[in-house]
C-alpha cells in the first residue's frame, strides 16, 4: 500500500519560511519523480515545483521561483519543499505527488500516488 504523508504546515506572518516534507513508502521512491501541488479554496489544484528521480532535474512554477526549492533523499524515502519569503497568497492546502512514468511534470493528473495534503496559512 502507498502512502505519502506530508507534515511541516502551519500559519506564520508574511515573509517567513517553512519546510514541508512527504515520507513515502510503500513505493520503490526512487523509482518515481515527486512533485508539489498546491489548492486554495475555491481554486484548481496548481504546480508548485517538481523533482526527477535522481533529484537531478528540477522545475518550478513561476509564482515561486526563486523562493521555493525542492529537494529529495533516496535513502530517506522523502521529498522537501524549502518555502522562503512566503506571501498570502501562497495560502493554501500542499500535496506531494508521486509520478511513476517519465520525468517530473506539472500535471496532477500525471501523477499516481498523493498525499492527504497539509495546511500553509500565510498571514498579511
Known amino acids: 500500500q502507498v502512502q505519502l504523508v506530508e507534515s511541516g504546515g502551519g500559519l506564520l506572518q508574511a515573509g517567513g519560511s517553512l519546510r514541508l516534507s512527504c515520507a513515502a513508502s510503500?513505493?520503490?521512491?526512487?523509482?518515481?519523480?515527486m512533485g508539489w501541488f498546491r489548492q486554495a479554496p475555491g481554486k484548481e489544484r496548481e504546480f508548485v515545483a517538481a523533482?526527477?528521480?535522481?533529484?537531478?532535474?528540477?522545475y518550478y512554477a513561476n509564482s515561486v521561483k526563486g523562493r521555493f526549492t525542492i529537494s529529495r533523499d533516496n535513502a530517506k524515502n522523502t521529498v522537501c519543499l524549502q518555502m522562503n519569503s512566503l506571501k498570502p497568497e501562497d495560502t493554501a492546502v500542499y500535496y506531494c505527488?508521486?509520478?511513476?512514468?517519465?520525468?517530473?511534470?506539472?500535471?496532477?493528473?500525471?501523477?499516481?500516488?498523493w498525499g492527504q495534503g497539509t495546511q500553509v496559512t500565510v498571514s498579511s
Open positions: 510503500g513505493l520503490t521512491f526512487s523509482g518515481y519523480a
Open positions: 505527488a508521486a509520478k511513476g512514468v517519465g520525468g517530473p511534470g506539472n500535471v496532477p493528473s500525471q501523477y499516481n500516488y
Open positions: 523533482i526527477s528521480r535522481s533529484g537531478g532535474i528540477t
